[in-house]
């Protein structure tokens, strides 16, 4: 109950239930009351924030109950994966924020038995301190069983260019539902305390939350090679720039093609539509999402990652009557520049970060800590540590 109430009512909270349960005692419970309500009335304290120029981002003490979040694997688990896994568990322990991990075992021994999703354990900190965290194990020829071949056999398809494919089989097969997930590739990496950026949005409503978000206009590879015929056939239509679609973005900038500047704003391009692609490295999706990304699986349709949540969550496939699905940029590229989003210098495709630099250590501009870095290509476990 109580922490439906205003956030600001939370720092009484504690104070509220001492003096009840001595109440409960003594006979006096209105007292209590009267002396409580006395109390608040008379100030209120300021709840923690912290709060980045663009203004989207605050660190709310909403709970982050019903939350999970999925660390992406492709292939063998590596030491540095371990290593990651280990202080996301450390830093979420308490939280209520259920880890856990899907990996893409195609190739691997035994990966040809696998129907579906096979939900499994996976033990960290070794046997002797074994830290259970819930598994999750996909194939791309299970993800083409489960889909159907029409779905699944488009040009160039294959388990790096399908993400929904799995997160999909994540949800039907190994989910416990919960509100918000939470998706990341194992090689972006939270330069801090993870729980901080995950309560920023806590109290947030965003049905998908991104990074990065632009209209993708024709000359994209992945429209240009065909990859997104059948879905646009079955209804997947381009944007206007104006189209409202992300919350905080009243006008989505144009991706920049040129692979030297993808993750700035093209300021040439004078498209004025497009796919509507965003970083898909880290992301949030909501139960409603998920949901609606089942359904259109279930008649028929799949598209490339890095647009197609995004587009079935814009066109609000599926639902009914006036809801609707809402999007939020937690990084905007047109505030990049500026250090002053979640998203650190080095988040972005290539070239991969230089860890032996240890520019996420020696931070004197403060543009590294508490945000993203991707992609780390790191093997060995101690490859991020700080002196």
Known sequence: FWLKINKWWKSYVSVLSMFLVAASFSGCRAHVLLIVLAFVLCGGVDAKSLRRADSNLHVSETPMGDTAVVVKIYGELTPWQIKLLELYWNQLDGSGVQLAVLRDVSGLAGSDDIVGAVPKRLCLFGASACKEVPLCEVTWEAARKEFGNDAMSQPLFDSHHVDEAFHIMWWRHCSPRPM????????????????????????????????????????????????????????????????????????????????????????????????????????????????????????????PSEAFASSICAAGLTLEGDEKCSMLDFAPLQNRYTGDTWASPAYCYFPPYNATLRSHCDDPEGVWKNRWIHPVKAFAADMMACP
């Open 180 to 303: 918000h997930t939470w998706l990341l590739e194992s090689d972006a990496v939270f330069n801090g305390e993870i729980t901080e950026f995950l309560s920023a949005y806590s109290n947030r409503t965003a049905d998908l939350l991104g990074s990065g978000f632009a209209l993708a206009p024709k000359g994209w590879w992945k429209i240009a090679q065909g990859m997104w015929r059948r879905s646009m056939d079955q209804g997947i239509k381009m944007m206007s720039r104006t189209s409202g679609a992300i919350k905080n973005l009243p006008v989505i900038p144009i991706l920049n093609l040129d692979n030297r500047h993808f993750c700035a704003v093209d300021q040439e391009n004078m498209d004025t539509e497009g796919l509507l692609f965003y970083q898909a490295t880290v992301q949030r999706y909501s139960r409603r999402l998920f949901a609606m990304l089942d359904r259109v699986a279930a008649s028929g349709m799949m598209g």
